[in-house]
């Protein structure tokens, strides 16, 4: 039985895609986010028990902090993300590397830095 009103369905698929794909891109925010500041959340592990905190609550602040970072991070990123668009040109690697923004870029070089070293630290420590 063909529908009555077929560009009514095309149009409400239309609007249930772009749902999906709104929702999946800010997944995918949160997920790079929480995945950059890893390091940080490591790096709180191992200096939080220090101050004397038990090995809990020292999860819980390390946790607590860690997320406060990915949310601010993403909030300031998505707001100074600059131009993404049209400057360069197609959509390998490269191009998606110039539409950066430089602080993006910084920012990436920095944790890229921090993950090299907890990887030294940790394989010279075992």
Do not use: K
């Amino acid at each position: 039985m063909a529908s009555e009103h077929p560009e009514l369905e095309d149009a409400e698929l239309a609007r249930d895609v772009a749902d999906v794909e709104r929702v999946t891109r800010v997944v995918g925010q949160y997920a790079v986010a929480f995945a950059l500041t890893s390091p940080v959340w490591l790096m709180l592990l191992v200096l939080i028990p220090l101050t004397g905190l038990g090995p809990g609550l020292s999860f819980v602040f390390a946790g607590l902090i860690a997320g406060a970072v990915a949310l601010g991070g993403r909030r300031w990123f998505l707001r100074h993300a600059g131009n993404r668009g049209e400057t360069a040109g197609g959509d390998g690697p490269l191009a998606r590397a110039r539409r950066l923004s430089p602080a993006v870029r910084w920012t990436m070089v920095l944790f890229a830095g921090l993950i090299l070293l907890y990887v030294v630290l940790v394989t010279r420590a075992g």
